[in-house]
Every structure is written in structure tokens, then in C-alpha cells.
């Protein structure tokens, strides 16, 4: 497994580092701290996971995630000293898959980076779904409907997946919590509502408006 952390302090890529490879011996990471240079290794490395921080000192991390989504749907898991709910907000709107402060629990943070690529993974194996005009591809986290396609990150392919197999169901936060990072962080409802707005603007996108209904109290739910 190959793993890219964009950081610029040398003592939370120290961390980071030795977290993972305690849990992945054989990985191979690559570090940087510029947001430039990061962006030329997400698309050289072709990294199965990235680790991102904010406050680079030569551009925003927000604008490295922007453009590296503009061409991959590699997990990205911002890990900032950042905290403010607009921040948190903007990262995932973006399309990060996981938004974690520092200073952070090491076992936590490891969990979180595990259920990530479990998920991915789980989601990549998962069988093609289709209903009338709407074709999901689990494996590429890709929409299609009337001949029109969008790509997914890896959270919203989860989401998206979740509630396919559940159609006409409506599936609660915490269900989704669970299909997506393996557990129900604190601040999951206010991270699921992000990612949900993000997911129903991409489907909006190829004409699927009001594909996904919300059940006041209950969960969301696609329509039969």
C-alpha cells in the first residue's frame, strides 16, 4: 500500500508515519510539505490513501484536495489543528472523506484510516446496480443515468451504495455511519449531512433531482 501525507511539520509526519506503519509494515509513504509538490505525487504515486493538512506555506491544502479531486477519488483524510465548523464544512464539501483534528488520538486516528480503506474496498468488490435509467458501478464510484455519468469519492460511493441495497428504506445517520467508517463518530450526523448535500448535487447534475428522500426522523431513503 502506498500512502502520501501532505504535512509540514516534520514531527506529525514523524507520527503519522510510525501510526501507520505499525498497522501497515510493508506500506510505502511519501511526504511532502508543499501543497504543489503534493499535488504532482497524487497523480505520480497514485496513492491509495492521502493525508492532508490545511496550513501549507505555499497553498491551502483546501486547494490541493480541490484539484486532485478534479481527477482521482483517493481517500483523503484531512488531519488539521483547524476546527472551525466552516472549515470542517468546506473540506468535506470539497471531497474529503474524513475530517480529523489535531491534536489527535493516535488509536482513533488509525481506526478511522482502517474503516476508510475497508469500506473502499468492500465498496470496490460490491456488484453493479440497476434500476430502470440509474447504473451505479461500485468498483469505478461511478453514476450513470440516460447516458450521462458522474464520478463519486470514495464516502459518497459508501453513501450511495448503502442506500441502493436498502431501496424504499429509509437508512438512519448511524447506518450509515457504520456502512462508511466501521463506527459512529461524535460528530457524524453534521459530516453525513455535508457529504449527502455533496451527493445529491452530483446526482442533480445528470438529472436524478429528488433521487434521494429525506424521512424526517428517520433517515434517507432513494424512491422505488
Same mark, same amino acid.
Given at each position: 500500500?502506498?500512502?502520501?501525507?501532505?504535512?509540514?511539520?516534520?514531527?506529525?509526519?514523524?507520527?503519522?508515519?510510525?501510526?501507520?506503519?505499525? #498497522?501497515?509494515?510493508?506500506?510505502?509513504?511519501?511526504?511532502?510539505?508543499?501543497?504543489?509538490?503534493?499535488?504532482?505525487?497524487?497523480?505520480?504515486?497514485?496513492? &491509495?490513501?492521502?493525508?492532508? +493538512?490545511?496550513?501549507?506555506? &505555499?497553498? #491551502?491544502?483546501? !486547494?490541493?484536495?480541490?484539484?486532485?479531486?478534479?481527477?482521482?477519488?483517493?481517500?483523503?483524510?484531512?488531519?488539521?489543528?483547524?476546527? !472551525?465548523?466552516?472549515?470542517?464544512?468546506?473540506?468535506? !464539501?470539497?471531497?474529503? &472523506?474524513?475530517?480529523?483534528?489535531?491534536?489527535?488520538?493516535?488509536?482513533?486516528?488509525?481506526?478511522?484510516?482502517?474503516?476508510?480503506?475497508?469500506?473502499?474496498?468492500?465498496?470496490?468488490?460490491? #456488484?453493479?446496480?440497476?434500476?430502470?435509467?440509474?447504473?451505479?458501478?461500485?468498483?469505478?464510484?461511478?453514476?450513470?443515468? +440516460?447516458?450521462?455519468?458522474?464520478?463519486?469519492?470514495?464516502?459518497?460511493?459508501?453513501?450511495?451504495?448503502?442506500?441502493?441495497?436498502?431501496?424504499?428504506?429509509?437508512?438512519?445517520?448511524?447506518?450509515?455511519?457504520?456502512?462508511?467508517?466501521?463506527?459512529?463518530?461524535? +460528530?457524524?450526523?453534521?459530516?453525513?449531512?455535508?457529504?449527502?448535500?455533496?451527493?445529491?448535487?452530483?446526482?442533480? &447534475?445528470?438529472?436524478?433531482?429528488?433521487?434521494?428522500?429525506?424521512? #424526517?426522523?428517520?433517515?434517507?431513503?432513494?424512491?422505488?
Amino acid at each position: 500500500m502506498k500512502i502520501l501525507i501532505v504535512e509540514d511539520d516534520s514531527a506529525i509526519v514523524e507520527l503519522v508515519s510510525l501510526c501507520l506503519r505499525v #498497522s501497515w509494515p510493508d506500506s510505502r509513504i511519501v511526504f511532502t510539505g508543499l501543497a504543489q509538490e503534493g499535488i504532482e505525487l497524487a497523480d505520480k504515486e497514485n496513492p &491509495d490513501l492521502i493525508i492532508l +493538512d490545511l496550513g501549507l506555506p &505555499d497553498r #491551502s491544502g483546501l !486547494e490541493l484536495l480541490k484539484e486532485v479531486r478534479t481527477h482521482s477519488n483517493v481517500p483523503v483524510i484531512i488531519l488539521t489543528v483547524r476546527d !472551525e465548523e466552516s472549515d470542517v464544512v468546506r473540506g468535506l !464539501e470539497l471531497g474529503a &472523506d474524513d475530517y480529523i483534528t489535531k491534536p489527535f488520538r493516535q488509536m482513533e486516528f488509525v481506526s478511522r484510516a482502517k474503516a476508510l480503506l475497508r469500506r473502499q474496498r468492500a465498496s470496490d468488490s460490491g #456488484s453493479p446496480i440497476s434500476i430502470g435509467q440509474f447504473h451505479f458501478s461500485a468498483s469505478r464510484r461511478q453514476v450513470t443515468c +440516460d447516458g450521462q455519468s458522474v464520478k463519486l469519492t470514495t464516502t459518497e460511493g459508501k453513501m450511495l451504495y448503502c442506500l441502493a441495497q436498502n431501496m424504499g428504506k429509509p437508512v438512519s445517520h448511524n447506518d450509515l455511519s457504520m456502512s462508511i467508517w466501521g463506527e459512529v463518530p461524535a +460528530d457524524a450526523a453534521n459530516s453525513i449531512r455535508v457529504h449527502m448535500r455533496n451527493l445529491r448535487q452530483k446526482l442533480g &447534475d445528470i438529472g436524478m433531482q429528488g433521487a434521494i428522500m429525506t424521512k #424526517s426522523g428517520t433517515g434517507y431513503f432513494i424512491k422505488k
